[in-house]
């Protein structure tokens, strides 16, 4: 059986090529129109990934996806906007959309960003003995993908996770964003705001003082560094 896909669209044209393209890739894929379906669904059915459109009737994209990250279980998220709409783009990351399209786009292309983000969420095999990775009162099971701080469980989406255990395992080392998005979103090019956003919500979930950070900080003119704690 394939992974499930939930697909939430309001254009029956984008979301018949969608649902296509997906089903030929061998998932299993639903498709509801408006918000309110979208997180019925969810509840029932619990898919593997969410493809989530920004502009929908009643219950819109940002507030879907927010309802989400609020629930336990942390299913990925992978967001359509319209071409030009960076502020609701960069909202959408904020509020935890682990990767995003901007219509029009290349259904195969779709295709590809939602086998990255099921491959990172661990949908698919894993590679063996994935290693703890530890920094004083934060720690990392890459193999279980929990991350822990003071001995406190974490809600990371799968992005700000990957970033994580990337900055972890290349302690002290300054990268650009440019490196950074073909290094764990696995982009040749995109928008470098994206770092920018998982940074912010990576900081405000393990900083004492997110203005300050003292584990990931900025490298003026570069990008970023992470500073082991011991």
């Not at 995003?100 to 491959?119: C, D, H, I, M």
Request: one cysteine or more.
């Amino acid at each position: 059986m394939g992974q499930r896909i939930l697909v939430v669209d309001d254009d029956p044209t984008v979301s018949d090529v969608v649902c296509r393209y997906l089903r030929l890739a061998g998932f299993e894929v639903g498709m509801v129109a408006d918000g309110a379906a979208a997180l019925a669904v969810a509840d029932r059915d619990a898919p593997d990934l969410v493809v989530l459109d920004l502009m929908l009737p009643g219950i819109d994209g940002l507030e879907v996806c927010r309802r989400l990250r609020a629930r336990p279980h942390q299913i990925p998220i992978v967001m359509l906007t319209a071409l030009g709409d960076e502020a609701d783009r960069v909202l959408g990351l904020e509020l935890g959309a682990d990767d995003y399209l901007a219509k029009p786009f290349s259904p195969r292309e779709l295709v590809l960003r939602v086998r990255s983000v099921l491959r990172r969420a661990g949908a698919e095999p894993a590679p063996a003995a994935a290693p703890m990775l530890v920094d004083g009162d934060l720690v990392l099971d890459t193999g279980r993908r929990l991350a822990r701080l003071r001995g406190v469980e974490l809600t990371l989406t799968v992005r700000e996770f990957d970033l994580l255990a990337f900055f972890m395992r290349n302690p002290s080392r300054a990268f650009r964003r440019a490196e950074l998005l073909e290094r764990v979103w696995g982009w040749d090019f995109g928008d470098q705001s994206t770092v920018t956003v998982h940074v912010r919500r990576l900081r405000e979930k393990l900083e004492d003082d997110p203005a300050t950070p003292r584990r990931i900080v900025t490298v003026w003119g570069v990008g970023y560094r992470y500073e082991m704690a011991t």
